[in-house]
């Protein structure tokens, strides 16, 4: 984390949400939570809020070309929407005031990605490569052992399974 880097502002607040909110706990006393939510997908997702996961599913969709940035090695896991949640109402009935990682540890690269969902959406799209923006992580997943040993929670959603689902929401619902 680069606290003066164009990612700052956004780092710097989630560490600050945190610290505020476990402040709240130690001095009112209050039964806060912090969940470490990492990259997560599913139906309904925005199309076009620029993520991976339906900047992927809309071109496939439309046999537009896949656009992955850099080299596609870089690495994401994601969670399914349904895994999150479970994790995250267990979270709130634990006596647990620190962060909590909820994400799914299950890593891939981007390339990997853009093969799947060109797979299960069968499309004629290719793939092209862009460049990679500006601190952009070259690996993300989630230590879950808190999660697991506390809460006794772990994603059950396989990737395949949630993209089939997401795919087939987006093919009903957008255009
Ligand atoms: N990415 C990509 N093509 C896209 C959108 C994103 O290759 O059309 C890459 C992006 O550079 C990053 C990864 O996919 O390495 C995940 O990006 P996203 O914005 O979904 O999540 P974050 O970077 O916050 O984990």
Redesign the pocket.
Do not use: E, H, S, W
């Given at each position: 984390m680069n606290p003066i880097g164009p990612r700052g502002v956004y780092d710097e607040a989630k560490r600050f949400a945190e610290a505020i909110t476990f402040a709240y706990h130690r001095y009112h006393k209050i039964n806060t939570k912090i969940v470490r939510i990492f990259?997560t997908y599913g139906p309904r997702m925005r199309i076009n809020d620029?993520?991976?996961?339906p900047?992927?599913i809309y071109?496939a969709l439309h046999d537009q070309p896949?656009?992955?940035?850099?080299n596609?090695q870089?690495t994401?896991s994601f969670c399914f929407y349904s895994d999150l949640i479970e994790g995250v109402v267990r979270l709130l009935y634990a006596p647990i005031h620190g962060p909590v990682n909820v994400g799914n540890p299950y890593e891939f690269t981007?390339l990997e990605?853009?093969r799947l969902v060109i797979k299960l959406s069968r499309t004629k799209s290719k793939i092209v490569f862009?460049p990679?923006?500006t601190d952009?992580?070259k690996q993300?997943q989630p230590d879950i052992s808190l999660a697991k040993k506390y809460l006794k929670w772990e994603p059950k959603v396989k990737l395949e399974e949630g993209l089939q689902e997401t795919i087939q929401w987006f093919s009903n619902n957008s255009n």
């Open positions: 990259n620029g993520r991976v996961v900047n992927f071109q896949l656009t992955v940035y850099g596609g870089q994401r981007i990605f853009a862009k990679l923006p952009d992580p993300r």
